[in-house]
């Protein structure tokens, strides 16, 4: 049997911003045992946008960044650690393992 998807019945603002927490990870996080990595600094939009690597993230899509509320849940279900709200987290292994689906559909990468 397959995997279930979601199984922590994350909502879909929640799901965003743990793909978005995910990216961040990858690109620039401080790796830390066991698979889990700080994230000292989190992106900020500016205009109605901002940008992970190579990608460019809806400001809509990452309202979770500011959203205290969000950050507490993620920490709740074990996914987030040591929350310094809205600067820095740790990301856990839990975290950088779960799978959102929402990538494809929220980091917006160019063709060239």
Known sequence: MAPKQNPLKLNP??????TLLQTVADLAGEPLEGG????HRLPHAHGDHFHI???VVSG???TGLGNQAVWVVL??????????FPQSLTLT????????????????RADH
């Open 13 to 18: 603002l929640q799901l965003k911003t743990l």
């Open 36 to 39: 889990a990595s700080r994230l």
């Open 53 to 55: 690597g190579d990608a």
């Open 60 to 62: 809509r899509d990452a």
């Open 75 to 84: 920490e709740r279900k074990g996914l987030i650690l040591d929350p310094v």
């Open 93 to 108: 292994a839990a975290g950088a393992t779960y799978v959102p689906g929402l990538a494809e559909s929220i980091l917006h």
